[in-house]
């Protein structure tokens, strides 16, 4: 699976981005979708992750409630629309995806990596 992030830019706190991870490789529809930022110095924080069904979408607490994860087997695209952002949300963004069926807040836990898509909130 190779996955291909985008739509990241700069917001104003308050604003919206949404950003898309487009997925190759015929078993997408199988495996768990997540997205995770990471800023200078620090490790990969969890975002969201969802089932291959689209069930069972799990989010870090400090994004819930703004964010929403989806996905679209048939496009083999996921999404993740990020609502009333903050300046603490500034990060780059990865999505990623593990060949298990259990939807996992560990980076450890995903095979396949995209390369990043930068978010910028200001204040």
């Known amino acids: 699976v190779q996955l291909q992030a985008s739509g990241g830019g700069l917001v104003q706190a308050g604003g919206s981005l949404r950003l898309s991870c487009a997925a190759s490789?015929?078993?997408?529809?199988?495996?768990?979708m997540g997205w995770f930022r990471q800023t200078p110095g620090k490790g990969r924080e969890f975002v969201a992750a969802?089932?291959?069904?689209?069930?069972?979408?799990l989010y870090a607490d400090s994004v819930k409630g703004r964010f929403t994860i989806s996905r679209d087997n048939a496009k083999n695209t996921v999404s993740l629309q990020m609502n009333s952002l903050k300046p603490e949300d500034t990060a780059v963004y990865y999505c990623?995806?593990?060949?298990?069926?259990?939807?996992?807040?560990?980076?450890?836990?995903?095979?396949?990596w995209g390369q990043g898509t930068k978010v910028t909130v200001s204040s």
């Open positions: 969802i089932r291959w069904s689209g069930g069972n979408a």
């Open positions: 990623a995806a593990d060949r298990r069926l259990v939807v996992s807040r560990a980076a450890s836990d995903y095979d396949y």
């Open positions: 490789g015929r078993t997408f529809s199988s495996y768990v």
